[in-house]
């Protein structure tokens, strides 16, 4: 059976290496055929007009979406204009012509450090920039009729006349105050200074800022881009002469890059269901889900030309202590070129169950607190979200940023979804009523893009919010919505957050109550995600899969006022009450009644039953053993009063008891000792999965 424990998730923080390239006369010998990229590991965006079978829609010839050749959701799209695929281009391999009407992005911000290289030409007529930034003033290799230019947001290069020769430009951009350097065909061109960045929306062909009148693109070009490469990391000199050299191989281009020696590297590594490991220089790590068995895995791996590896891709290894891995190069006999690395799995710790704080359990389907997210620092990437109510329902990030952001509301953390980030959420669920704790990090009257915190990406129904509106989408309109307790009105719910942290309350319009998938920061999926995400902070979001009564949305919003210091109309927190005095007083007629809300988050009933604090935490009300035994400790005033009964009750879907036998909650003697001082069950040992709860009942008038 399933035991639940405090969420204790290990991240191994990557490390970026510096870069020093030195530039060789020998160059690489055209003609021949380079088997694969050498370099896979960080490649976030990998075009190759070459691969155009399982890479590209094409509408005739016109592409209108070419895709990352590694499989991800990464991609761009068509924008504008024609771009047509070339069955002949650089070197007699495939390209994609743009014209000076014709561009595609990506949506995505790729933040430093980042490294990217690319394969290109000007066809002659117009000559703008070829590869550029959509949302920043952001250029590599061309501008205006000149060419070996560049523009990373620092100092600029000067460049040279304008040729239809092919280039293959590179940069390796570190960020502000770090080195940052850019080639022309392997050789250096320039070491700008200054506050360099990545491009923010990768365009192909020209380029615009954020903030500019007129969304057409700039400085367009008449062009061939026949592949992009970009890497979220700085590759290591020996790395980008690889790659280098693999391109120039591939479009029979004379450069700077040499042909690598003997190589002996795991290039990519696999987990079959889990996904891509982490690859850190000769450390490889993987999360894995709570629960998942460990003793027999067998991942699967590329290695770099003509290397081996012992064990074998495939094999089957037990990774509950790590696993090494001896990558043998091609001129290895008993000496030789070899790399040791070191392969490790942690399983992610099981989630704990829901506080007392909470007040409602029934009907809870999600529950994500950035401030569980335990074993992360401010700035790290949070790769998973793990669901706190119990129903496993992990959010795992899919693409771009969600950073865990420290002290940001009472001085609790957040998570920061910034430039299409999103994660998709394990499992089906209903998610009707949510509560979330959000801000508008950019605009204080709008949402900045189409999306939603936890959005359906089933039939894209329940909400979408809107765009720099404040409001949400018509088409996706929720039934209802209020912001920090006060109902707004519709039709469009408009909601003002003026940059701060609010609760918000969305009840979900939906036609039935199907399970369906969902993502955090996304709510279409499907392939269109950029689309359809949106710029937010998070701090928590609460998902039942019904319309709670109002005393417990009055219980639920007084836990997340008090939790984070929010002022909120109709959540109010009580006085704290003198509970000697009620408990002589079989009327409970003390301040706020047994069913008010203290400043604890507790509804006073429990309090008073289980003899809790008045103000201030309590840590768990209840106990549970290693054996099993859940137990809870009964105020001695209320057990000689006789003026509130214990129960325990059991479900094991958490859901509310319809017809008996269903699996919803109802109250059990089984394993139970009820005694005069305690009240405990016995968890049993022979079910896959059982949640139990304490129910607490006044018998006063």
């Known amino acids: 059976m399933k035991r639940f424990s405090i969420l204790n998730i290990r991240r191994l923080a990557s490390q970026h290496c510096a870069l020093a390239v030195a530039v060789c006369a020998a160059v690489a010998t055209p003609g021949t055929t380079q088997a694969q990229n050498p370099v896979l590991a960080g490649l976030d965006l990998w ?12 509408t005739g010839s016109t592409v209108t979406e070419w895709r990352d050749k590694n499989g991800s959701l990464a991609k761009v799209t068509l924008q504008g204009g024609a771009p047509t695929l070339q069955p002949s281009g650089i070197g007699g391999v495939p390209t994609v012509h743009f014209d000076n009407t014709s561009w595609m992005n990506d949506g995505v911000n790729h933040e430093v450090p980042v490294t990217i290289l690319y394969v290109s030409r000007e066809s002659g007529g117009h000559n703008g920039r070829v590869l550029g930034g959509y949302n920043n003033n952001w250029g590599l290799g061309y501008n205006d009729d000149v060419n070996n230019w560049y523009y990373l947001g620092g100092s600029e290069g000067s460049g040279s006349s304008s040729d239809t020769s092919a280039h293959l430009y590179a940069a390796t951009i570190q960020g502000s105050g770090l080195p940052t350097k850019v080639y022309a065909n392997g050789a250096v061109i320039g070491t700008p200074g200054g506050n360099n960045s990545g491009p923010n929306n990768l365009e192909l062909n020209g380029w615009n800022y954020a903030g500019s009148s007129d969304p057409t693109p700039s400085s367009l070009s008449d062009c061939d881009i026949s592949e992009v490469l970009v890497y979220n990391r700085i590759l290591t000199s020996d790395e980008l002469n690889a790659v280098g050299y693999y391109l120039a191989v591939k479009y029979s281009l004379t450069t700077h890059y040499i042909k690598p020696g003997p190589q002996a590297n795991i290039t990519g590594f696999t987990f079959p269901t889990y996904g891509a490991a982490t690859i850190n220089g000769t450390n490889i790590t993987k999360t894995v889900p709570h629960g998942t068995p460990v003793t027999a895995m067998a991942p699967t791996f590329t290695l770099s030309d003509g290397a081996t590896c012992v064990p074998a891709s495939g094999t089957t290894s037990d990774f509950s202590s790590s696993v090494h891995y001896i ?20 399983v992610a710790a099981a989630a704990p169950p829901p506080p007392a704080g909470l007040g409602v359990a029934a009907g809870l389907v999600a529950w994500y607190d950035a401030s569980q997210l335990i074993g992360l620092t401010d ?18 990030r899919i693409a771009d940023n969600m950073t865990y952001v420290t002290g940001q509301v009472n001085n609790l953390p957040a998570v920061q979804f910034r430039n299409g980030g999103y994660a998709d959420i394990a499992g089906t669920m209903f998610a009707k009523e949510q509560y979330i704790v959000l801000r508008n990090p950019d605009n204080p009257s709008g949402f900045t893009q189409w999306g939603a915190a936890l959005g359906n990406v089933t039939d894209q129904c329940g909400y979408m919010m809107g765009d720099d509106a404040g409001s949400f989408w018509g088409s996706n309109m929720p039934a209802a919505v209020s912001n920090n307790g006060t109902v707004l009105t519709g039709p469009d719910f408009t909601v003002s957050n003026d940059g701060v942290f609010i609760i918000l309350k969305i009840d979900g319009a939906y036609p039935d109550t199907n399970l369906r998938n969902y993502s955090l920061g996304n709510c279409y999926g499907n392939g269109a995600a950029q689309y359809h995400t949106t710029n937010l902070d998070v701090a928590e979001i609460i998902a039942y899969d019904r319309e709670l009564a109002a005393e417990q949305e009055t219980a639920l919003g007084a836990y997340l006022t008090v939790k984070y210091n929010i002022t909120a109309s109709t959540y109010p927190t009580a006085t704290p009450a003198t509970y000697a005095t009620w408990a002589t007083d079989p009327a409970h007629t003390l301040t706020g009644g047994p069913t008010a809300v203290g400043h604890d988050g507790l509804i006073n009933l429990l309090v008073y039953a289980l003899d809790l604090k008045t103000n201030g935490s309590n840590g768990a009300p209840g106990t549970l053993t290693a054996d099993g035994v859940l137990s809870f400790a009964k105020r001695p005033a209320a057990v000689t009063n006789g003026d509130v009964t214990y129960a325990i009750e059991i479900s094991s879907n958490l859901r509310d008891e319809v017809t008996s036998g269903d699996g919803g909650w109802h109250t059990t003697t089984d394993g139970v000792t009820d005694n005069p001082t305690t009240i405990s069950y016995l968890l049993p040992k022979d079910q896959g999965k059982i949640f139990a709860r304490l129910k607490v009942v006044s018998t006063a008038p």
């Open 379 to 396: 700035g790290n990437t949070v790769d998973t979200w793990p669901d706190l109510s119990g129903c496993e329902h992990t959010a795992s």
């Open 47 to 58: 075009l190759d007009a070459s691969a155009s079978a399982t890479t590209m829609t094409l």
């Open 327 to 346: 990558v043998h190069a091609s001129d290895y006999t008993t000496s030789g070129t070899a790399t040791d690395y070191t392969v490790t799995v942690t």
